[in-house]
């Protein structure tokens, strides 16, 4: 019997570390081979939405008969047919792949920017892995215009690429030191690496090539278009062992307008630049704690660029915002991992805040490996398309991840006809006039009073009061709309408490969550005012426990009273 309640236990503990992964949810997971990567997403005109990232696969090759003195030489050969080539993957509202376009160069390359055209088209760039920047074409099916590759005589990369107000672009990268006699001194560079830029006009034909730097390695990172026709720029400088933040103005002939340096002591990274309204602009970049971990740093600038606030959020994991984007409410979205000292384990990261970066929520993503986001944009309905990697789904490395969130940090839905939108509407319209009911976007319902003391689930008369005017009203609500529902889930949930090592503190927390979500179950089931419902509630009830996998959070700590609850969650067909 002891056995018998620890498999169920283990049992429910895997379905609530799953059960993020629901059929209506919007999200995928893409990749059969060895491994796959999104860094870049962005939605296309038919409100669609369009990812660039890379896969990597086998190189095709004549078999030739050849002997090997050593095992290491063998492996060699054989590893060197497969590796990464660019991959432009775009989905439909439901999540379906409905493009996948493989490039398959001769040199192993990624992508690592996609932008769209007037022409709902894409400007696509990356870059090979000899060292050669690319950027390419394609029109609105993924069919090429042009593939060009580009560089100097050495070893480049390219990190971005950025649409300009004229119509065209810039490759923003890096580029090691040349000294072949037919790149010119602003080719060359000064360095072991330089900033590396080279304009585009919009037909694919270079502007012009610029390289700027100090003595010491210097990295061109992101860019943002300026109303001049310029753009901002910000690179990572390193001098000796110190790394600092420069943030840079490039008109539209390549010249330097002007240069803000950011020192911090420690190491110093820099990720996205992205404008604000007024003309201001946001930085997100990382600082080195003093435990030796990067932590999240924030600056907003001014177009001169001075500073206008800077937020450091020090936190006891290493954690990265890869990727920011400002919402339709002037909110700041950004995306990236966070890592535990100490821990294998890697969970992909979503913070939301307000436009001073005070944080309003964070959720964590991911199940026993790791998982990272890479990029995120903002959708025509103000919500959020976000792609990366995870490796906790197959066996073979990394898999391209993408799925979209709402606003409040909910899962948003595949797009099924009108069900949803009409549905979501109908529960806001029926709870509207009662400010203790919360009615989410994944279709949540929660009520401010359905909380439970610590350790205890035990309904009290107060629940029931609750349970006795909620539920009927929900089933009132959802019984037009019967032919798309597949379950009314009661989801019970715990806070961290409870003295234990880890394993039993979960295991323990996953038994109590279930029983609160039962104990409303059996209660709700039951009411009289369910007679007219209770053969489509045996339909449709189900309860799930999830332990403390979803915290409720304030102030960036766990609100342990807020954590210990129970919720109604509807899950379309």
């Not at 060009?148 to 971005?160: E, I, R, V």
């Not at 890592?339 to 001073?356: E, I, N, T």
């Not at 939108?421 to 929660?446: C, G, P, W």
Request: net charge neutral; with cysteine.
């Amino acid at each position: 019997m002891r056995l018998l309640l620890l498999f169920l236990l283990l049992f429910s503990s895997l379905n609530a570390a799953i059960s993020e992964f629901k059929n209506d949810d919007y999200q995928i997971i893409i990749g059969e081979n060895f491994d796959d990567e999104a860094f870049d997403i962005v939605e296309d005109y038919d409100y669609n939405i369009s990812l660039i990232g890379y896969t990597q696969d086998f190189r095709t090759v004549e078999k030739k008969v050849q002997s090997y003195t050593n095992a290491f030489d063998y492996l060699a050969s054989t590893h060197s047919n497969h590796g990464e080539q660019l991959r432009l993957i775009k989905l439909d509202g439901s999540a379906q792949v409905v493009n996948d376009v493989n490039f398959r160069l001769s040199e192993f390359n990624r992508g690592t920017n996609v932008i769209k055209d007037i022409n709902n088209g894409y400007l696509l760039g990356g870059y090979t892995h000899n060292g050669q920047m690319l950027i390419a074409s394609l029109d609105d099916k993924g069919d090429q215009h042009y593939l060009k590759q580009f560089g100097t005589a050495n070893f480049d990369q390219l990190h971005a690429l950025i649409s300009l107000k004229d119509g065209g672009s810039v490759a923003i990268g890096t580029s090691q030191t040349s000294r072949n006699a037919h790149d010119d001194l602003f080719v060359q560079g000064l360095g072991r690496n330089d900033v590396y830029l080279v304009k585009f006009k919009p037909d694919g034909q270079v502007r012009w090539t610029k390289k700027y730097g100090s003595t010491g390695k210097d990295i061109g990172v992101d860019g943002v278009a300026t109303e001049d026709g310029g753009f901002i720029l910000i690179a990572i400088v390193q001098e000796g062992k110190q790394s600092s933040l420069v943030v840079t103005k490039i008109n539209d002939t390549g010249d330097t307008s002007w240069v803000q340096k950011f020192p911090k002591n420690g190491r110093n990274r820099a990720f996205k630049v992205i404008k604000t309204i007024h003309n201001n602009y946001l930085i997100s970049a990382s600082f080195e704690n003093k435990n030796g971990q990067d932590n999240i740093r924030l600056i907003k600038i001014d177009e001169e660029g001075n500073t206008i606030w800077e937020n450091n959020i020090f936190s006891e994991a290493e954690e990265h915002l890869n990727d920011i984007s400002i919402d339709l409410k002037g909110n700041i979205i950004g995306v990236g991992y966070a890592q535990r000292q100490g821990s294998s384990d890697m969970d992909a990261l979503v913070r939301y805040y307000d436009s001073q970066a005070n944080m309003i929520w964070e959720r964590h993503f991911g199940k026993e490996r790791q998982e990272a986001f890479k990029c995120v944009t903002l959708l025509h309905d103000n919500t959020f398309a976000i792609a990366g990697f995870s490796n906790s789904f197959a066996d073979k490395g990394r898999q391209i991840w993408v799925l979209k969130l709402n606003d409040d940090g909910s899962m948003a839905k595949k797009y099924i006809q009108n069900s949803y939108a009409d549905l979501y509407q109908r529960l806001k319209d029926e709870f509207k006039d009662d400010e203790n009911i919360r009615v989410y976007k994944d279709l949540r319902i929660s009520h401010k009073g359905l909380l439970f003391k610590q350790g205890s689930s035990t309904l009290t008369n107060a629940h029931k009061g609750i349970l006795h005017d909620l539920v009927p009203r929900i089933y009132k609500t959802i019984t037009p709309y019967k032919h798309r529902i597949k379950n009314l889930q009661i989801n019970g949930y715990t806070s961290t408490e409870w003295n234990a090592p880890d394993t039993q503190r979960y295991l323990n927390n996953a038994r109590l969550s279930n029983e609160r979500a039962l104990h409303i179950l059996d209660y709700a089931y039951k009411l009289d005012a369910m007679n007219h419902y209770r053969t489509y509630a045996s339909e449709i009830f189900s309860t799930d426990g999830y332990s403390y996998s979803r915290l409720v959070y304030a102030d960036e700590k766990e609100n342990k009273v807020r954590s210990r609850r129970v919720e109604f969650e509807i899950r379309l067909k």
